[in-house]
Every structure is written in structure tokens, then in C-alpha cells.
């Protein structure tokens, strides 16, 4: 079975500074991690994922995270946010043969001018 | 292709009445998935469809909740006589087999039970 520890429950954060929010996960096997933001009152979209391969992976709106294998990390990036990067952020965790995800509590960026 | 989709968006319902959720995947996915969120938490995996088969229903909550998926095409999710605590967000997500089990959600169902 696997799990994830989201570390930081709430992130305030002012515009075009930069935000790190940090996911840690167990597992006895190989995973896929996926990072998913959530906005009020709708469901998740998919921000990124490793699977494979450059343990670096990015999003196209200047998010990344970093798979670290020794340290059982997913942290997630963004050097400059914006007003509309508030939401909340979900670190999520499947074995490679499994096929459900166990997802953190999230953590919710708020984002100020 | 138009995504998850679900319906109704909002439920409310007096306790012990029963409801059904209905999930649309996308088109080509094969595997069907229903999560449970609660306020302040990530999804909880309550059950995941192959197609027509149910490969894992042992995450339902409790033998009141029932999930179809009949054809393999769209699902259902039934919750029978429901209580106050079943109050919460039913998300849907579907992928498709060799994808890396990468699954894309639907904007959810919040069910409030009075």
C-alpha cells in the first residue's frame, strides 16, 4: 500500500514570489506520482506526473516537481505565482502495478497582491 | 473529447433517502474509478471498474453503497438510505490501461444529507 504526507496544510504567499509545497510518499514498490490542483467548487485537474525517465517534470503554466527516490519526495514549484494559482494543491501516489490513487490532505496556496 | 462528466452536480437529500450518481468517462477509457472527498481531505478510492467488471469494492463504506458500470460505458453510484455523515464530494475519474494510471477527474458530485 502507499500513502502520502502533504507537510503544509496552508501556504499564504504574495504575487510573483516564489512557492514550494512539499509531498512526501511511502511505498514498498515502484510508483507514478502525480501532482493535481483542485479550485472551489470543482473537481481535479491533472497539473503533472512522473511516470518515467527525467526525474524533473514541468507543467505548462511554470509549475515543476522533483521526483527524489532517496528521500521519498514529489516537491512542487513555482518560482513567480499568480492571483489565479490560488486553489488547492493535491501530491497523489500509485503503485506502478496498482490502480487506485492515495492521495495527501492537500495544501491550499493562497495567493495575495 | 469532452471530458468526465457528472450528474447531478449538487444532490440534497433527507436522511434515509436513497440517491444515484451517474459518471460519463472519457470516451475511449476502459477503467472507471469513484473517490470519496471529505471537507479538508484528499479523495478516498472507494472503487474501480475494468470495463464491466468491478475488480475492488471493498473500499465502499459500507454495504448501503452500490456501483454499476453496466456495458462498460457510463457508472453508477448508489448510496441507500443515507445518513448525515455520507455528506460529501463523489468524484469520478477514468484512464485508460497502459496510460501510467493516469486519471483525469470529473467535477463531482456534492451530496449534503439533511
Known amino acids: 500500500a502507499q500513502s502520502v504526507t502533504q507537510l503544509d496544510s496552508q501556504v499564504p504567499v504574495f504575487e510573483e514570489a516564489p512557492v514550494e509545497l512539499r509531498c512526501n510518499y511511502s511505498?514498498?514498490?515502484?510508483?507514478?506520482l502525480f501532482w493535481y490542483v483542485q479550485y472551489p467548487n470543482q473537481g481535479l485537474q491533472l497539473l503533472l506526473k512522473?511516470?518515467?525517465?527525467?526525474?524533473l517534470v514541468e507543467s505548462i503554466n511554470g509549475f515543476e516537481a522533483e521526483f527524489n527516490k532517496s528521500q521519498t519526495s514529489f516537491h512542487l514549484r513555482k518560482p513567480s505565482v499568480h492571483i489565479s494559482d490560488t486553489a488547492e494543491y493535491f501530491c497523489a501516489v500509485s503503485g506502478t502495478n496498482d490502480y487506485k490513487l492515495s492521495f495527501g490532505a492537500g495544501t491550499t496556496v493562497t495567493v495575495r497582491a | 473529447d469532452t471530458g468526465v462528466s457528472q450528474d447531478p452536480r449538487h444532490k440534497i437529500t433527507k436522511r434515509g433517502q436513497n440517491v444515484t450518481f451517474r459518471c460519463d468517462p472519457i470516451?475511449?477509457?476502459?477503467?472507471l474509478y469513484w473517490y470519496r472527498q471529505t471537507l479538508g481531505q484528499g479523495p478516498e478510492f472507494l472503487t474501480y471498474f475494468q470495463n464491466e467488471a468491478q475488480l475492488e469494492k471493498s473500499r465502499l463504506l459500507s454495504d448501503r453503497f452500490s456501483a454499476e458500470r453496466p456495458k462498460g460505458s457510463f457508472s453508477t453510484l448508489e448510496i441507500q438510505r443515507t445518513e448525515q455523515g455520507d455528506s460529501a464530494m463523489y468524484l469520478c475519474?477514468?484512464?485508460?490501461?497502459?496510460?501510467?494510471?493516469?486519471?483525469?477527474f470529473g467535477a463531482g458530485t456534492r451530496l449534503s444529507v439533511l
Open positions: 470516451s475511449e477509457h476502459n477503467r
Open positions: 475519474a477514468s484512464s485508460s490501461s497502459g496510460s501510467g494510471n493516469i486519471q483525469y
Open positions: 511505498s514498498s514498490v515502484s510508483v507514478y
Open positions: 512522473y511516470l518515467s525517465g527525467s526525474t
